[in-house]
């Protein structure tokens, strides 16, 4: 591993399980958490081995000479925020990056037109007492070194790759002039390639991320937090926000906790008190060394002399995992996301399952940039399902099975699952396990 720090780091953290009340799945022990200035060494750490080696690639893949990115404070471009050191944090006024491939044997270029070096990481190119017009330091930099191609974010499918503003954009073709100005590439691939691709630090980084946000569900989904007849699933939710605000982490989207229960045909959500015999299911993800989970799990409550959840939820939860390899299974490289929907899709329903697929990119942006694998309303292919799946990207595998529950009658039970893996261009892993047996919840 080229990081010796966060090799240090991670050499300690071996993380244990503990049994909860003695039942179902064990809750694993909470991995140490870094404090602020070790996390930003790490960070920046990554970051500068991200800039040396995935920028070049991916410019070179996509025959790119020069790509411009700009920024402003307060309208950060999410391609740009992620490419700043962790004391910069964010753009200051308006923030420019440039990287320039000048071949394999110089490299890529890193500048900033702007009045700071950003970390070390980019060189400042831009003296305001010399030059006062921003814009036109920019186009001296470009004229100078007369690239082909210079790629912008611009895109009309995906969020992430369209972070050039119109004004801004109006102002780069003033500057430039028709000439240069026609040399301008909206190539919405690149930024796609930056966001998507995991390095391996980053990925050994995952496993124990993967294993915090596991963490805090197993002691969510546990007698410690639940007593039946008295706690809400809203309790249980702001128990998980609290419990991430008090580690020092964020989470990036608000957790969801409800229950199915014998007899009601929709899920219980908000002040619903969670009962004996209730399936409980919890969406929950955090944000830690810039890396997002995002994961679906499942819980059960045991009745007076159970031990452990009826047949027909257990069958649920297994054609789940049915759906899971179905979706894992259909992976490969240069495939579309519509591609392995609907390998996915085909596998599940031949083997007699009710699938909705939903699966999703996931790194440095909970719902992250590259190709849906489906949307829960639409299980057909989509633009945004059309590019293809590259190696070293990691994914959320999320769909549902329906079944129906013979012990609640036939009533037709969603069983969710959501699991965060990784794809090394030969197979899916899961960062760190997937559930494959309920957490129990039993008497304090």
Do not use: C
């Amino acid at each position: 591993m080229p990081n010796p720090i966060a090799h240090l780091f991670l050499a300690g953290l071996q993380a244990l399980s503990v049994p909860v009340a003695g039942h179902g799945m064990t809750r694993a022990a909470y991995p140490p958490i870094l404090d602020m200035r070790a996390r930003a060494v790490i960070e920046n750490s990554i970051l500068k081995e991200r800039l040396e080696t995935v920028v070049p690639a991916i410019m070179r893949e996509r025959g790119i000479d020069m790509w411009v990115l700009v920024a402003r404070e307060n309208f950060e471009d999410p391609v740009v925020k992620t490419m700043l050191d962790a004391e910069s944090l964010a753009a200051r006024r308006r923030t420019i990056l440039i990287f320039h491939d000048r071949g394999p044997s110089r490299g890529v270029e890193r500048l900033t037109v702007s009045r700071y070096g950003l970390g070390g990481l980019f060189s400042a190119a831009w003296d305001p007492a010399r030059q006062p017009d921003q814009w036109a330091r920019l186009a001296e930099i470009i004229r100078d070194r007369s690239p082909r191609r210079i790629a912008i974010n611009s895109s009309r499918l995906t969020a992430y790759a369209d972070g050039m503003t119109l004004s801004a954009w109006e102002e780069l073709g003033e500057a430039l002039g028709p000439d240069l100005a026609k040399r301008l590439v909206r190539d919405e691939r690149l930024p796609v390639r930056w966001l998507e691709t995991r390095t391996p630090a980053e990925m050994l980084l995952y496993a124990d991320i993967g294993r915090m946000a596991h963490a805090i569900i197993g002691e969510a989904l546990s007698s410690v937090v639940i007593m039946p007849g008295k706690t809400t699933t809203d309790d249980v939710v702001w128990w998980m926000r609290q419990k991430v605000t008090d580690l020092g982490l964020q989470t990036w989207f608000h957790p969801s906790v409800a229950i199915s229960r014998r007899g009601t045909a929709r899920p219980l959500e908000g002040d619903s008190v969670i009962r004996e015999g209730d399936l409980i299911w919890t969406d929950f993800g955090i944000t830690y060394l810039r890396l997002n989970t995002d994961m679906q799990q499942n819980a059960y409550v045991l009745r007076n002399g159970e031990t452990e959840a009826p047949p027909g939820l257990r069958a649920g939860l297994r054609a789940s995992n049915r759906v899971q390899d179905a979706v894992t299974g259909s992976f490969r490289t240069g495939a579309t996301g519509n591609e392995i929907l609907a390998s996915a899709r085909s596998r599940a329903i031949a083997a007699g399952l009710r699938p909705t697929i939903y699966s999703h990119p996931i790194g440095y942006h909970g719902h992250g940039a590259g190709p849906s694998i489906g949307y829960w309303d639409n299980q057909a292919a989509d633009p945004r399902g059309g590019l293809p799946i590259h190696p070293d990207t990691a994914w959320s595998i999320e769909l549902n099975a329906s079944v129906k529950v013979p012990e609640w009658g036939g009533q037709e039970v969603e069983f969710k699952t959501e699991e965060d893996a990784f794809f090394d261009g030969r197979k899916v892993r899961y960062i760190d396990g997937h559930q494959v047996d309920f957490y129990l919840i039993g008497p304090r």
